[in-house]
T-cell receptor, first 114, second 111 residues
Framework: DTEVTQTPKHLVMGMTNKKSLKCEQH?????MYWYKQKAKKPPELMFV???????INESVPSRFSPECPNSSLLNLHLHALQPEDSALYLC?????????????FGPGTRLTVT | GENVEQHPSTLSVQEGDSAVIKCTYS??????FPWYKQELGKGPQLIID?????GEKKDQRIAVTLNKTAKHFSLHITETQPEDSAVYFC??????????FGAGTILRVKS
C-alpha cells in the first residue's frame, strides 16, 4: 500500500480566514513533504519534515505554518492568505530524508483564496 | 538546485505508437531519477525510477534509460493507450531526498 491521503479535497477561504490542510500516511515513512503546485507547473517544495522535525523550509511566507504531530500526520495551517496562494497543495512521504527513497504523493487539496 | 530540462513540452501520438520524453541535467552528483504521471485533478503518481548504477529499467510498457556521461535520461512508453494521456514529470534527486522537477510534458494519445 502506497497511499497518502489528504483532506479536504477542495477548500475555499477568504483572506481573513484560518484553515488547516491535513495529510496522513500509514506506510511507516519518516519523511513527509508539503508541495505547492500551480496550473501547468511542476510541484514546488515548501517544507520537509524528517522524524517529526522540520528539516527544510524553502523560504515559505509565515502565513503558511506546518505541523507534524506524529509520524503519520502532517498539517498545514493557513492564515491571512493572498489570492496568489490559490493552488493545488500536495503532501508526499518517503521512507526517510537521508537517502534517495521513492516519494509518494497524495491527491492534493485544491485551495482557492477569495 | 540546478534545473532539469524536459522536452518536448507537448507530445501527441496515435494510439499504439511509442512516446519518448527526454530530460537533461547538469549536476553530476545526481544519482536518482524518478518519473511521475499526473492525471487531471490528481496528485503525481510515481511510475518508474532509475538509479545511477543501472542504464535501463523496464516495467511492462514503460522503460527508462539513463546516460550518466551525457547527463540525460528518457522515458519510453510503447503501445500507447488513451489512458496514458497525462502530464509526465521527470525529476532528479538532490542532497538527501529533495527532488528537482522538469517542467512537464503533456502527452496526448489519440484513438
Amino acid at each position: 500500500d502506497t497511499e497518502v491521503t489528504q483532506t479536504p479535497k477542495h477548500l475555499v477561504m477568504g483572506m481573513t480566514n484560518k484553515k488547516s490542510l491535513k495529510c496522513e500516511q500509514h506506510m511507516g515513512h519518516r519523511a513527509m513533504y508539503w508541495y505547492k503546485q500551480k496550473a501547468k507547473k511542476p510541484p514546488e517544495l515548501m517544507f520537509v519534515y524528517s522524524y517529526e522535525k522540520l528539516s527544510i523550509n524553502e523560504s515559505v511566507p509565515s502565513r503558511f505554518s506546518p505541523e507534524c504531530p506524529n509520524s503519520s500526520l502532517l498539517n498545514l495551517h493557513l492564515h491571512a492568505l493572498q489570492p496568489e496562494d490559490s493552488a493545488l497543495y500536495l503532501c508526499a512521504s518517503s521512507l526517510s530524508f537521508d537517502r534517495e527513497h521513492e516519494q509518494y504523493f497524495g491527491p492534493g487539496t485544491r485551495l482557492t483564496v477569495t | 538546485g540546478e534545473n532539469v530540462e524536459q522536452h518536448p513540452s507537448t507530445l501527441s501520438v496515435q494510439e499504439g505508437d511509442s512516446a519518448v520524453i527526454k530530460c537533461t541535467y547538469s549536476d553530476s552528483a545526481s544519482n536518482y531519477f524518478p518519473w511521475y504521471k499526473q492525471e487531471l485533478g490528481k496528485g503525481p503518481q510515481l511510475i518508474i525510477d532509475i538509479r545511477s548504477n543501472v542504464g535501463e529499467k523496464k516495467d511492462q510498457r514503460i522503460a527508462v534509460t539513463l546516460n550518466k556521461t551525457a547527463k540525460h535520461f528518457s522515458l519510453h512508453i510503447t503501445e500507447t493507450q488513451p489512458e496514458d494521456s497525462a502530464v509526465y514529470f521527470c525529476a532528479r534527486g538532490e542532497y538527501g531526498n529533495k527532488l528537482v522537477f522538469g517542467a512537464g510534458t503533456i502527452l496526448r494519445v489519440k484513438s
